[in-house]
């Protein structure tokens, strides 16, 4: 069964610039827009989304086909799942392209609104299957604000262009440190990088998001919910998304 819905890859330059993170939480604002969602951990190598959802669980199969694990309202397939504890893959190239196919085309999504992936950093050998494998692939560029972040996020905006995905637009991720209770902004990684990366890639910037505040227990959350300082970001980010590609989809009908 073939993924239907709009497919929303969300890539970086680098590791460290909180892409999983992003990615998992703009699933999560999207289905908290009664869509349905999916989001798939193609960052084979460092994959993090099941530690980021709490996932224990392992997909069931029937008939040979895999149903996804379900967590948080998402649907959700990671190489995690295929691992014993934090064990590391260590596959070569056509592995790789051959595990996109097998969650594209081997797991009963069912329908879907919108199927998130969670690209690995850089511009190598999944990037590279991707774009031949899903070429209507929409595309999201987390950044830091930092210029080493931003130049080398460049790189994986170029190979979008040059593939004919439609970037959505560029997320300014730790933009800024906010104290509690306070509207003073600190830019701990520099100011305007992200602003500055969109205009390079010619497109928009979608958000600034800033850094998570930690919880009560001094712990800083992976999962934002109505009790941390980024719901709301997340929410108006999926709000934004959901806008443009609903305007996109009248456009062409």
Known sequence: MMITGNVIAVTSGKGGVGKSTVSVNLALALSRLNKNVAIIDLDIYGFSVPKILNITDRPKTINNKIIPVGSHGLSVMST????????????????????????FKDVIWGKLDYVILDMPPGTGDVALDLHHMVPECKEIIVTTP??????????AGTMAQNTNHEILGVIENMSYFSPPDQDKKYYLFGKGGGETLAQTLDT?????????????????????????????????????????????KTAIN
């Open 146 to 155: 930092h210029p080493t972040a931003t130049h080398v996020a460049e790189r």
């Open 80 to 103: 995690g799942f295929m691992v014993r504890g934090n064990n590391p893959i260590v596959w070569r190239g056509p592995m790789l392209g051959r595990m996109i196919e097998h969650f």
């Open 204 to 248: 928009k910037l979608l958000a600034s998001l800033p850094m998570a505040l930690p919880n009560e227990n001094g712990e800083v959350p992976s999962i934002f919910d109505e009790t941390t300082n980024l719901f709301v970001h997340f929410n108006e980010l999926a709000q934004q998304i959901d806008g443009v590609l609903l305007h996109q």
